[in-house]
């Protein structure tokens, strides 16, 4: 079976600190990979997805960049943190068969800045 | 501009008791509507999942329908438990390219016993 982990779970940091995400999937290959953020009262909003080993695309211009260095593993980074970086992040997968697959979160990563 | 609004944006609810949450979403082209359960600090799961053609499907305690001319849809959930206790989430697919998903802010249910 597949499953998706996220580390950390928690993670407070100071304004102007770097800061990476990692996010790895087992069980499957070649999945599409997606991270998003979600804050307080609001949906989730796509912030990058990927399709392939170094293939990174960006929903929205922001301070944070995403890389993809193996087929399972995607990290989300940033150089130097932001108050407004706060909140929930989600990694998620889908199988690259096309449209409308289904996709599986991980169990996220609460970041606060401060 | 593909979205999707929920409505209530909260709701209290005994336990044993039935609610329905909605969903009315402007999503073209539309591949699919999936409800998700969200508990506190979690990812989201899948609860159902319906087509075009379909109009209602079923998950346990659990029963989502979709109109598809009117562009709403319902989840309903029969004899509430603690459990149940979570964020709702109704997120729609566009067809071709990546799987882009458009997902609404959430209804948060919160059963009280």
């Known amino acids: 079976s597949q499953t998706i982990h996220q580390w950390p779970a928690t993670l407070v940091q100071p304004v102007g600190s770097p800061l990476s995400l990692e996010c790895t999937v087992e069980?499957?290959?070649?999945?599409?990979l997606y991270w998003y953020r979600q804050a307080a009262g609001r949906g989730l909003q796509l912030l990058f997805y990927s399709v392939g080993i170094g293939q990174i695309s960006s929903e929205v211009p922001q301070n944070l960049s995403a890389s993809r260095p193996q087929d399972r593993q995607f990290i989300l980074s940033s150089k130097k943190l932001l108050l407004s970086d706060s909140g929930f992040y989600l990694c998620a997968w889908s199988r690259a068969s096309g449209g409308s697959s289904e996709q599986f979160f991980g169990p996220g990563t609460r970041l606060t800045v401060l | 501009k593909n979205q999707v609004e929920q409505s209530p944006q909260s709701l209290i609810i005994l336990e044993g008791k039935n609610c329905t949450l909605q969903c009315n979403y402007t999503v073209s082209p539309f591949s699919n509507l999936r409800w998700y359960k969200q508990d506190t600090g979690r990812g989201p799961v899948s609860l159902t999942i319906?087509?075009?053609?379909?109009n209602t499907k079923s998950n346990g305690r659990y029963t989502a329908t979709l109109d598809a001319d009117t562009k709403q849809s319902s989840l309903h959930i029969t004899a509430s438990q603690l459990s149940d206790s979570a964020s709702y989430i109704c997120?729609?697919?566009?067809?071709?390219?990546?799987?882009?998903?458009?997902f609404g802010a959430g209804t948060r249910l919160a059963v009280h016993p």
């Open positions: 069980g499957t290959s070649n999945p599409n």
């Open positions: 319906m087509t075009f053609s379909e």
């Open positions: 997120v729609v697919s566009m067809t071709g390219g990546y799987n882009k998903l458009i």
